[in-house]
């Protein structure tokens, strides 16, 4: 298979730059299928209005390109190449794999998943096929081959779209076929049936395993299934939806290899490691879709970016979709204020994107998404959607100098999915403690106080961050933690939660007291873990005389060589350390024992100069975000204010605001849900 297939990588740059370079790319999902041919021309007319200049062609059109197996009909999408061509509108050209129409389940039923229970899905939706299916990998591939011969070599595409977002739906299948790629899989990886009985601990509960016949996927189980089982599974099965794009992607290369890849990831995404995926495209991509009621949605959609552009640090990146206002897949959708789209756009482009995309172009007639916003909505142009779409479209085409400028973070926060997966199989001492709960504990503050931070594997190179956040790392690989340790001895300072470095890559705890590789950063012994009965809070007295209150969780630690700063004030843990900071090194390490609440978690972030507020963000006032970028010839300041209120930022006179082309003085003012873009050249 052709997954981490080094080769993949060269002359990425020059494909991606291809794409994007001198202009931020604009549009959506065009779905013309749907619609009648007079309506093609109107679409292209109002996309031209309204600054489009990619458009992401035939995600779900596999059973119009093929109505029969083995007939084909791409007349159809020749025309509309043409017209978006004509008209100098770029095409993303998708390969249509995410939606098998209604023959092959019906032919071959055994393309179906099936669920954990033996439940067989049907057709009538989308996303309804086994990845490990021989059958729909031939039709898939058959398709996608067919798709290149018949129009592959047209001028108007720019980006190949591969399937789209792999595994949403369907994550998992447990049918037969299913079982037999996952021994083969388990064969490759251990080798022997001792190696995997040993790293599933099957000693337990009279579960060895006599012959790789006898292993299946995680099943319905009684009870709590085989933690290592139950990891190797998720392992297993983002390798598979990754073997297949890139089994798509070696024949879109092999026909157009100046053209770069993609494929729509969708964030933060449990099923797929994101990280192992964004090595083999050129241009990564993500779909962004906060719920616009939730108080918290631009501080969640601004972790989304961040991790999305750190995935690969090398790699470009851009929205490929984001909703012009609601979604229809909620229990109650709230709309987009007049302004947000505009904002959240701008959020994502001054942290990084280069490219901002929607689904869809035009609001469906019929179908499970035709109360979805568009970006021409039913009212067609008359729809004040219509008038911030185009509008901003005419707005991203001044903003054609970001490409290349790179966002400067000088914070890591350490991730990885093998560990998000681990941590949250059942059976642990707080099944409700979440990956994103915790990443989320750290980061807000951050970001409330305009810090912008990188999200990095354990095991990157982090020389380039001074500090490291570590939320609950609890699967930390002995590598992993030596990366994190020599960080910290080079001159770094780490700040590491509770639940950290407690088991290896086979989920298989380090004994001692916990931290495994990491144990000895932490400046106490951590002896055993006490998640606090809910709802009940610990108040912690902090060696400066002051106090503040943490919950959730406490390490029973004891201090060996680390200075205390807070530790339980009263109660059966009165005295225990709570927060405890080490020299290690040339560096430092601020161990967190608890769920601090915000007012303790700043008093950890005040001792790190690094962590320290952004000046301008802390006087503008709640709500406004500022993110730099930085080439070599310029640096870009970009703000948003994500609130209903008028906001005044500071700023460094002498730029230039490229929205409305203004010279700046010392001080910009954002209207509600305002943004500005202000360029300093480099000499400057
Ligand atoms: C995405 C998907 C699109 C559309 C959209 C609706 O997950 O890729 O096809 O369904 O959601 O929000």
Same mark, same amino acid.
């Given at each position: 298979?052709?997954?981490?297939?080094?080769?993949?990588?060269?002359?990425?740059?020059? $494909?991606?730059? %291809?794409?994007?370079?001198?202009?931020?790319?604009?549009?959506?999902?065009?779905?013309?299928?749907?619609?009648?041919?007079?309506?093609?021309?109107?679409?292209?007319?109002?996309?031209?209005?309204?600054?489009?200049?990619?458009?992401?062609?035939?995600?779900?059109?596999?059973?119009?390109?093929?109505? @029969?197996?083995?007939?084909?009909?791409?007349?159809?999408? +020749?025309?509309?190449?043409? #017209?978006?061509?004509?008209?100098?509108?770029?095409?993303?050209?998708?390969?249509?794999?995410?939606?098998?129409?209604?023959?092959?389940?019906?032919?071959?039923?055994?393309?179906?998943?099936?669920?954990?229970?033996?439940? $067989?899905?049907?057709?009538?939706?989308?996303? =309804?096929?086994?990845?490990?299916?021989?059958?729909?990998?031939?039709?898939?591939? *058959?398709?996608?081959?067919?798709?290149?011969?018949?129009?592959?070599?047209?001028?108007?595409?720019?980006?190949?779209?591969?399937? &789209?977002?792999?595994?949403?739906?369907?994550?998992?299948?447990?049918?037969?076929?299913?079982? %037999?790629?996952?021994?083969?899989?388990?064969? +490759?990886?251990?080798?022997?049936?001792?190696?995997?009985?040993?790293?599933?601990?099957?000693?337990?509960?009279?579960? *060895?395993?006599?012959?790789?016949? @006898?292993?299946?996927?995680?099943?319905?189980?009684?009870?709590?299934? &085989?933690?290592?089982? @139950? #990891?190797?599974?998720?392992?297993?099965?983002?390798?598979?939806?990754?073997?297949?794009?890139?089994?798509?992607?070696?024949?879109?290369?092999? !026909?157009?290899?100046?053209?770069?890849?993609?494929?729509?990831?969708?964030?933060?995404? +449990?099923?797929?490691?994101?990280?192992?995926?964004? %090595?083999?495209?050129?241009?990564?991509?993500?779909?962004?879709?906060?719920?616009?009621?939730?108080?918290?949605?631009?501080?969640?959609?601004?972790?989304?970016?961040?991790?999305? $552009?750190?995935?690969? +640090?090398?790699?470009?990146?851009?929205?490929?979709?984001?909703?012009?206002?609601?979604?229809? /897949?909620?229990? =109650?959708?709230?709309?987009?204020?007049?302004?947000?789209?505009?904002?959240?756009?701008?959020?994502?482009?001054?942290?990084?994107?280069?490219?901002?995309?929607?689904?869809?172009?035009?609001?469906?007639?019929?179908?499970?998404?035709?109360?979805?916003?568009?970006?021409?909505?039913?009212?067609?142009?008359?729809?004040?959607?219509?008038?911030?779409?185009?509008?901003?479209?005419?707005?991203?085409?001044?903003?054609?100098? #970001?490409?290349?400028?790179?966002?400067?973070?000088?914070?890591?926060?350490?991730?990885?999915?093998?560990?998000? /997966?681990?941590?949250?199989?059942?059976?642990?001492?707080?099944?409700?403690?979440?990956?994103?709960?915790?990443?989320? /504990?750290?980061?807000?503050?951050?970001?409330?106080?305009?810090?912008?931070?990188?999200?990095?594997?354990?095991?990157?190179?982090?020389?380039?961050?001074?500090?490291?956040?570590?939320?609950?790392?609890?699967?930390?690989?002995?590598?992993?933690?030596?990366?994190?340790?020599? =960080?910290?001895?080079?001159?770094?300072?780490?700040?590491?939660?509770?639940?950290?470095?407690?088991?290896?890559? $086979?989920?298989?705890?380090?004994?001692?007291?916990?931290?495994?590789?990491?144990?000895?950063?932490?400046?106490?012994?951590?002896?055993?873990?006490?998640?606090?009965? !809910?709802?009940?809070?610990?108040?912690?007295?902090?060696?400066?005389?002051?106090?503040?209150?943490?919950?959730?969780? #406490?390490?029973?630690?004891?201090?060996?060589?680390?200075?205390?700063?807070?530790?339980?004030?009263?109660?059966?843990?009165?005295?225990?350390?709570?927060?405890?900071?080490?020299?290690?090194?040339?560096?430092?390490?601020?161990?967190?024992?608890?769920?601090?609440?915000?007012?303790?978690?700043?008093?950890?972030?005040?001792?790190?100069?690094?962590?320290?507020?952004?000046?301008?963000?802390?006087?503008?006032?709640?709500?406004?975000?500022?993110?730099?970028?930085?080439?070599?010839?310029?640096?870009?300041?970009?703000?948003? &204010?994500?609130?209903?209120?008028?906001?005044?930022?500071?700023?460094?006179?002498?730029?230039?605001?490229?929205?409305?082309?203004?010279?700046?003085?010392?001080?910009?003012?954002?209207?509600?849900?305002?943004?500005?873009?202000?360029?300093?050249?480099?000499?400057?």
């Amino acid at each position: 298979m052709t997954a981490n297939d080094t080769t993949s990588r060269d002359g990425r740059d020059e $494909r991606a730059a %291809r794409l994007l370079a001198g202009r931020i790319r604009y549009g959506g999902d065009y779905n013309p299928e749907q619609w009648p041919r007079e309506v093609w021309r109107e679409d292209v007319r109002l996309m031209v209005e309204a600054g489009v200049n990619l458009a992401t062609v035939g995600v779900f059109s596999w059973a119009q390109l093929e109505p @029969e197996e083995g007939r084909y009909d791409f007349d159809w999408l +020749k025309e509309v190449l043409d #017209l978006l061509g004509e008209a100098g509108i770029g095409v993303d050209l998708s390969t249509p794999t995410a939606s098998p129409p209604p023959w092959l389940a019906t032919r071959y039923p055994e393309t179906l998943p099936v669920d954990a229970q033996g439940n $067989r899905y049907h057709h009538g939706s989308r996303q =309804h096929f086994c990845v490990h299916s021989p059958v729909y990998l031939r039709a898939a591939l *058959r398709i996608v081959e067919k798709l290149v011969e018949e129009v592959g070599g047209h001028e108007a595409i720019e980006l190949w779209h591969v399937h &789209n977002e792999y595994a949403c739906h369907v994550p998992y299948c447990y049918c037969d076929e299913t079982a %037999r790629a996952f021994r083969s899989w388990l064969e +490759k990886r251990y080798g022997s049936l001792d190696a995997l009985n040993d790293a599933w601990g099957t000693a337990f509960w009279s579960q *060895r395993y006599a012959s790789f016949a @006898e292993v299946i996927p995680p099943r319905m189980t009684p009870t709590f299934a &085989n933690p290592g089982q @139950e #990891l190797d599974f998720h392992r297993f099965s983002s390798d598979a939806f990754l073997d297949e794009m890139c089994a798509e992607r070696a024949i879109l290369r092999a !026909a157009r290899p100046d053209l770069a890849v993609t494929t729509n990831f969708m964030g933060a995404f +449990k099923p797929l490691d994101y990280f192992t995926w964004a %090595r083999e495209l050129d241009v990564v991509s993500t779909d962004n879709y906060q719920d616009p009621g939730d108080p918290d949605a631009p501080m969640r959609s601004a972790l989304h970016y961040d991790l999305v $552009r750190s995935l690969d +640090k090398s790699a470009p990146w851009i929205v490929m979709e984001q909703s012009s206002s609601r979604v229809n /897949w909620r229990a =109650h959708n709230a709309a987009k204020l007049p302004g947000a789209m505009r904002a959240y756009s701008y959020q994502a482009v001054a942290r990084g994107a280069d490219g901002v995309l929607f689904f869809q172009w035009r609001a469906s007639r019929a179908g499970a998404e035709k109360f979805h916003s568009a970006m021409v909505s039913h009212a067609g142009e008359a729809s004040p959607v219509f008038a911030e779409v185009s509008g901003l479209g005419q707005e991203l085409a001044r903003l054609g100098s #970001l490409y290349g400028a790179r966002v400067e973070a000088s914070v890591a926060l350490l991730a990885s999915w093998p560990n998000w /997966w681990a941590m949250e199989a059942l059976a642990k001492p707080a099944n409700d403690l979440t990956m994103v709960d915790q990443v989320e /504990w750290m980061y807000r503050p951050l970001y409330q106080r305009g810090v912008t931070v990188d999200v990095c594997r354990p095991d990157e190179p982090l020389g380039a961050y001074d500090v490291l956040l570590v939320p609950s790392l609890y699967l930390l690989t002995e590598a992993e933690g030596a990366n994190v340790v020599a =960080h910290v001895e080079a001159g770094g300072t780490a700040v590491i939660s509770f639940w950290s470095g407690i088991v290896d890559e $086979r989920d298989q705890v380090y004994l001692g007291p916990y931290g495994g590789p990491i144990r000895a950063l932490f400046g106490c012994d951590v002896l055993e873990v006490a998640p606090l009965p !809910a709802g009940e809070g610990l108040r912690l007295d902090w060696a400066d005389g002051t106090s503040s209150t943490a919950g959730f969780w #406490l390490d029973v630690a004891r201090a060996t060589d680390g200075q205390v700063l807070a530790s339980v004030a009263d109660g059966p843990w009165a005295g225990r350390p709570a927060v405890v900071e080490s020299r290690r090194g040339a560096g430092r390490v601020v161990y967190v024992a608890t769920r601090l609440d915000d007012a303790g978690l700043a008093r950890v972030y005040d001792r790190v100069p690094a962590l320290a507020p952004e000046p301008g963000v802390t006087a503008a006032g709640p709500g406004v975000e500022r993110v730099v970028r930085r080439s070599a010839s310029a640096s870009f300041e970009i703000l948003v &204010n994500h609130s209903g209120e008028q906001r005044t930022v500071p700023v460094a006179p002498g730029g230039l605001e490229l929205t409305t082309d203004r010279a700046t003085g010392d001080s910009l003012v954002l209207g509600p849900r305002g943004v500005a873009v202000v360029r300093r050249d480099a000499s400057r």
